[in-house]
Nanobody
Framework: QVQLVESGGGSVQAGGSLRLSCAAS????????MGWYRQAPGKQRELVAR???????NYADSAKGRFTISRDSAKNTVDLQMNSLKPEDTAAYYC??????????WGKGTPVTVSS
């Protein structure tokens, strides 16, 4: 069984920073990519950032220049450093990973609230 546990969410004022962390454990097999999605109330889940096994990163346009994703492959962890937060970044943030077998695994989410 695979578990992904997120931490680091919370409330912050606009312009502030938060660092989200995610640790994968259990029967993990050949991770291909890890990353973060978010879902704001009433909106669809959207990709925030992802990082492949080779270190290639992708960011949503809204995250570029403000967020940085990093990964520790040995520990099966992925972090998201979020700076210059805006009220529109308010959402539940979900960690995920995909493996080379086509599997996809999700955490339960951590809330981020940015007040103006």
């Amino acid at each position: 069984q695979v578990q992904l546990v997120e931490s680091g969410g919370g409330s912050v004022q606009a312009g502030g920073s938060l660092r989200l962390s995610c640790a994968a454990s259990g029967s993990i097999s050949r991770i291909n990519a890890m990353g973060w999605y978010r879902q704001a109330p009433g909106k669809q889940r959207e990709l925030v950032a992802r990082i492949t096994n080779g270190g290639i990163t992708n960011y949503a346009d809204s995250a570029k220049g403000r967020f940085t994703i990093s990964r520790d492959s040995a520990k099966n962890t992925v972090d998201l450093q979020m700076n210059s937060l805006k009220p529109e970044d308010t959402a539940a943030y979900y960690c995920y990973y995909t493996n080379y077998l086509g599997g996809e695994y999700w955490g339960k989410g951590t809330p981020v609230t940015v007040s103006s």
